[in-house]
């Protein structure tokens, strides 16, 4: 009925010179696009370009595995090989690196717990131990200094149906952002 992971994740978040990202991130805007890179538990053999963007609280994700080499061409400015590749999601990073100045400005670690729950094909993300950097070469390095964000942890509802009777109110514990955000999420 339900499953759960735990597991480590790292993020290298790309904004422009207003850093629109992050700006419609915080603000929780009725549009938000997102590109960033990211691997797990310290596993930097498997890194994924990913872009989210969202709606109206309807959200899409799309994503491309990228070998280490490609995701260090990407840390480093060097793009214009992006347009060579058989990937739209590789094709429009490439466009908004030459023409919006997209840059990787910001790495989050977290500790994530992920229940899902596939009579409705939800899930529950927690997030705890949240650190934050802006030393982007150091985004492969997994000894990297980091800082807490907060003393606040987050949760994140994503539905691909229906949103259950008891699903903003089944998870709660103490000390845990009260602002969660609800999605429904296309795949």
């Given at each position: 009925?339900?499953?759960i992971f735990e597991?480590?994740?790292r993020s290298l978040y790309f904004g422009d010179f207003g850093s629109y990202g992050l700006t419609n991130t915080v603000s929780a805007a009725n549009r938000n696009e997102r590109f960033l890179l990211r691997y797990y538990n310290n596993d930097i053999s498997f890194v994924l370009l990913e872009k989210t963007h969202k709606?109206?609280?309807?959200?899409?994700?799309e994503?491309?595995?990228l070998t280490l080499d490609q995701c260090e061409a990407i840390m480093t400015?060097?793009?214009?090989?992006?347009?060579?590749?058989?990937s739209?999601?590789?094709a429009e990073l490439?466009?908004?690196?030459?023409?919006?100045?997209?840059?990787?400005?910001?790495i989050v670690d977290c500790s994530r717990k992920t229940l899902i729950y596939s009579v409705c094909n939800a899930r529950i993300s927690l997030d705890s131990d949240i650190l934050v950097s802006?030393?982007?070469p150091g985004f492969l390095i997994s000894n990297l200094v980091m800082v807490p964000a907060a003393k606040k942890n987050a949760m994140q509802i994503e539905l691909n149906s229906y949103i259950p009777d008891y699903s903003p109110n089944a998870i709660q514990p103490p000390g845990w952002v009260a602002e969660t955000e609800y999605h429904k999420c296309i795949a």
């Open positions: 009925m339900y499953q597991y480590r994740m709606v109206n609280k309807l959200c899409h994700r994503s491309v595995e400015g060097r793009y214009d090989w992006l347009k060579d590749f058989d739209p999601l590789l490439c466009w908004k690196m030459r023409y919006r100045q997209l840059r990787p400005y910001s802006k030393c982007v």
